[in-house]
């Protein structure tokens, strides 16, 4: 030991050696092992060896056993063969593997090979080669003649693994990322308020915060554009696989203009067979918007029913055998190609891409196309707005440069921002709120304000310039600018600039073109359908607030009562309701659903609108003899109305403050259609007609202080109702003195609902959107949007996106909605000529305007 120790040996491992060494000195043979086990002497060839000799001998004793069991039978006694036995030795021999010397001399061979096979080196490639195929075919299968034909690949596939398996291919990055968490968030708060697109905000939020790989990052882009493609090219679901062909609604001219003297839609009769029907779709409501609702339904193939209280369905009132557009249609900015967008869809037939309708710019060339004139309760002379000029001729009266186009360009570009605010109420999900409210949302945010707050910002004291644009703003509704939301005054400013149009024909020629689209699509319209309620499933009462607002415990609309019979959904059905969140939830509702569910949020803080009354005049001459202008009249109180108003008591000796009518101060609206429609004087010769819009005062309606606030119908006689068309009319005479002595008939038609009043909260309600309500009750028209023709239609198309399930991505990645949708589909081919209801021959003017321009 001390000898290894100094020759500089470990001691530790000799003593490791010794003890290996001893073991194998004890090593004692197993008592139960092979004979021919040989301890220390292995033989290379194991068969020849051992198993050769002993499969030998027992090869010999089998075939000598064969040979003893053959002996016996061989002859009989007489040394004769006994062939009777010849199917018995058989089977005896089946039971031998070794009946001659020739089938062992075959056995020793095939042995002698084998033992060849193992003597040689070859055997242990064959078997590598072998075990190594085997293992090819179990990890590759399929692809395994692909890797033998290039089998570079499996180089790169092993190398693939290593890395995956080291962590390289990890989706999570490892490690610090190019950023802190801190400066992350910052740098990604500041490209979201400059704009920068929500989706690249998401994809570098993932990258910098998360530490996705920049691979998974493609992967997951690669497969969200393949799953778009495959959405894009995918038809919606419902859609017919061929859309009916629909002829136009008239035959020639004359069909057409005999046309517009009937009403559109069918009279309805109680207990008829339309109650007995089951309907994918009912339309409730009355005027242009639920006709063009109506149309895009059916057109995407839902059976669909429209009900109409009204006895013409697109609004239109007969008096004296006349008939009175009271809904004064004005299509603005037609040529920008938005309008004529989303009514082709609604109107296209097989000979025209719009039904035959065509509009005309109101006003003319020679005074700039004016289309409506203001006037101010005061001495200033009346303003005109025309296309174009509103910003400059207010610049040039009131003395102001800079001003009124600062003020028209920030109109502009906050109206320009109005889908972002708008686009959130038709499509439900958390996804799209969070994208409601992004910081693109400026009309959202100016629209909860008031508009004397802005004003006085802007102008500060000039007041001619803030009384000219409350005027511009308040079209529609007399509103003191303290209570009209600046989201209102900023789109009629923005919308001022641009031309007005008029449809050739009135709202009859609309209406019974988008009647034939409905009627020929499978649809039905029914007009004079007095509506009772909604009809609900049975549900039970809600315990609880969650239980209020969950889908799941709230009963569906199963159809709608009315004065005759009932209408009903089928399984699956929804109902879209035009008569406003008003007239809906707290005229048509069940009150027991209504006190067990509540109604939208926050719909009780909101304001009716005060009812208007329509003043029909039919009146003696042509518009050319009577000097009608074809532009409307506005008259517009002062912006403090409120101080105008008379002020009487209470019965407890309180002062009240009362709307009352005032001759040549309060609110009064002024068109003429007549002289807006070039077929009028062929229809009805030496006459035209007025339609005088005022709003109620507190004679024929009151404010009910409740929640919401609401306007009740009050108990007035013959005489006040007369009283009044004396006051109106005395104001329209003083307005257009060409008019004395030549009114024919006159009416006070009224009142009638307006929906909601366009104060700042309803623009900051969250539960003024198209729904669902009750899983399958959809809201459309102006209440959700404002009370304009234009924006009539767009809450109707905004209903029908929502009943058909168009949902973000649909919206913001494919920009498909359900116009472009049925556009694609409808596969009308325009090849030869347009065909126009009404052709206007010598005024290349109207054939111009409104034509369905096919530009990108």
């Known amino acids: 030991f001390v000898k290894m120790v100094r020759m500089g040996r470990d001691p530790k491992r000799w003593s490791q050696r010794a003890a290996r060494e001893s073991k194998k000195s004890t090593y004692k043979k197993p008592s139960k092992s092979s004979l021919t086990l040989q301890v220390g002497r292995v033989s290379p060839n194991v068969i020849s060896s051992i198993y050769t000799p002993v499969l030998l001998d ?37 039971a031998y593997l070794f009946t001659n010397q020739e089938s062992i001399d075959e ?33 590759y299968g399929f692809f395994l003649p692909f890797i033998k034909k290039y089998p570079q690949t499996e180089t790169y596939i092993r190398t693939f693994q290593r890395r995956l398996h080291s962590g390289e291919f990890h989706p999570l990055r490892r490690g610090d990322g190019p950023l802190s968490t801190s400066s992350s968030v910052i740098l990604l708060f500041m490209l979201h308020r400059n704009g ?52 136009a609604f008239y035959s020639d001219e004359e069909d057409a203009l005999a046309k517009l003297s009937r009403p559109v839609g069918t009279a309805f009769e109680a207990n008829s067979d339309d109650t007995k029907e089951v309907y994918d779709v009912i339309v409730i409501g009355c005027g242009l918007a639920a006709l063009y609702t109506s149309a895009l339904l059916t057109r995407a193939g ?62 003319g060339e020679s005074t700039g196309y004016a289309h409506t004139i203001l006037e101010f309760d005061s001495e200033e002379d009346p303003f005109v707005l025309r296309s174009g000029g509103v910003a400059s001729d207010a610049t040039m009266l009131y003395n102001n440069a800079g001003l ?39 009309y959202g945010e100016v629209a909860a304000r008031s508009s004397k707050l802005v004003l006085e910002k802007m102008f500060g004291d000039n007041e001619l310039l803030s009384r000219l644009y409350g005027g511009i703003g308040s079209i529609g509704e007399d509103l003191s600018m303290d209570k009209l939301s600046f989201g209102m005054l900023l789109s009629q400013v923005a919308n001022s600039e641009h031309m007005v149009h008029y449809p050739i024909g009135g709202s009859r020629a609309m209406g019974h073109a988008f009647a034939n689209v409905i009627e020929k699509s499978g649809g039905k319209i029914l007009t004079g359908v007095k509506l009772t309620e909604l ?97 409307d009249y506005k008259r517009c109180p002062y912006l403090n109305e409120d101080d105008a108003n008379s002020s009487t008591r209470d019965k407890r000796g309180n002062n009240t403050r009362q709307k009352k009518f005032f001759s040549g101060h309060s609110y009064l609206h002024i068109t003429f259609p007549s ?106 028209g102006k209440d959700l949007t404002m009370d304009t023709s234009v924006a009539d239609l767009v809450g109707g198309w905004m ?27 409808l596969g009308y081919p325009y090849d030869g000529e347009e065909e126009e209801a009404f052709p206007m021959e010598g005024e290349p003017e109207a054939k111009e305007e409104g034509r369905n321009k096919k530009e990108d």
């Open 196 to 247: 920068v697109r929500q989706d690249l905000l998401l994809f570098l939020g993932l990258f910098l915060i998360v530490g996705l790989q920049p691979l998974a990052l493609v992967l997951i882009v690669s497969c969200g554009k393949f799953y778009l493609d495959a959405r894009s090219r995918r038809r919606p679901e419902g859609f017919p696989k061929r859309m009916p062909r629909v002829t």
């Open 535 to 631: 009809l609900f499933e049975e549900y039970e009462a809600p315990t609880s607030d969650a239980d209020k607002k969950a889908k799941n415990k709230q009963p569906r609309c199963i159809g709608v009562k009315a004065t005759g019979g009932k209408f009903l959904l089928n399984d699956n059905g929804s109902l879209v309701s035009h008569m406003g969140f008003l007239g809906t939830f707290y005229n048509l509702f069940p009150e027991k659903l209504r006190t067990s569910f509540g109604v939208p949020t926050k719909l009780w803080t909101l304001t009716e609108r005060r009812p208007h009354f329509k003043i029909l005049l039919a009146l003696k001459g042509t518009a050319d003899e009577l000097e009608l202008p074809s532009c």
């Open 302 to 363: 839902r059976k669909t029913l429209l009900l109409c209280i009204e006895e013409d369905a697109c609004g239109v009132v007969t008096y004296s055998g006349f008939p009175f557009d009271i809904h004064n249609v004005r299509l603005t900015n037609l040529r920008s190609g938005y309008i004529q967008s989303l009514l082709a869809p609604a109107l296209a037939s097989v000979t025209d891409p719009q039904g035959g309708v065509r509009f005309k710019a109101i006003g």
């Open 404 to 442: 009124p186009n600062e003020f028209h360009g920030l109109c502009q570009a906050l109206h320009a921002s109005a889908p972002d605010y708008f686009f959130p109420k038709m499509v439900a999900g958390t996804m799209v709120k969070q994208s409601g409210n992004s910081g693109d949302d400026y």
């Open 58 to 94: 027992l090869a010999i004793k089998n075939s000598e056993n064969y040979a003893a069991t053959l002996i016996p039978n061989d002859t009989d006694d007489n040394g004769i063969g006994d062939n009777s036995n010849v199917e018995q030795q058989q089977e005896q021999s089946g």
């Open 799 to 825: 209903a029908v996106n929502s009943v058909l399930g168009y949902n973000y991505i649909d919206y913001k990645y494919l920009e498909r909605n359900v116009t472009k949708d049925v556009e694609s589909f």
């Open 675 to 780: 002289a807006k429609d070039p077929t009028w004087s062929r229809r009805y010769p030496n006459t035209s007609i007025a339609v005088v819009t005022i709003e109620a005062d507190d004679d024929f309606v009151r404010l009910v202080d409740t929640q919401p606030k609401i306007y009740m119908k009050q108990k007035y006689n013959e005489e006040a109702k007369h009283g009044l068309l004396k006051k109106v009319i005395k104001d329209v005479q003083g307005v257009f003195p060409t008019l004395e002595c030549k009114i024919k008939e006159s009416i006070l038609y009224g009142p009638l609902s307006m929906g909601l009043s366009h104060i700042p909260e309803r623009f900051s309600a969250p539960g003024i959107n198209c729904g669902p309500f009750f899983n399958n009750l959809y809201m459309g």
């Open 107 to 139: 056995f020793t061979e095939m042995l002698r090979e084998t033992s060849s096979e193992f003597t040689s080196n070859d055997w242990k490639v064959r078997a590598n080669a072998a075990k190594f195929e085997r293992k090819l075919d179990e990890k």
